[in-house]
Structures are given as structure tokens and as C-alpha cells.
């Protein structure tokens, strides 16, 4: 995947997955942040118990590229 290099290539991205609104549908979508069970702290993205080690580890195990 080639890295975008300005600003109208990214709006064009996003608008090249919008659905035409004869395809919407109702929905939810939410957030889940991630917590620690040892002081209820959030998850740092940093470290060796971050997201971008969850992230890292996914990305090996489920061959992401």
C-alpha cells in the first residue's frame, strides 16, 4: 500500500467507500477503550502490554500485511 501524500488523496479515499443511500441501513456503532484489570488505567499504545503490541502480534498470527 502506497502512503498517501496529501490531503485530497486521503478525502478520496474515504469517499471511494461510501455507500450510495439507497444502501443504508439502521446500525450502532461504538467504541470499546480498553482498560487495565489492575487499577482500571487505560491501555497505554506503547510497551510490551500496549495496542501496538496486541496490533503486532495479530498482524504475525493472522498474516497482515
Known sequence: MT???SRDELVAWIEA???PESEFRIGTEH??????LEGHQPVPYEGVK?????LEGMKLLLGWE
Open 50 to 54: 500496549g495496542i501496538g503490541a496486541l
Open 3 to 5: 502512503p498517501l501524500q
Open 17 to 19: 467507500g461510501v455507500k
Open 31 to 36: 467504541e470499546k477503550t480498553p482498560f487495565t
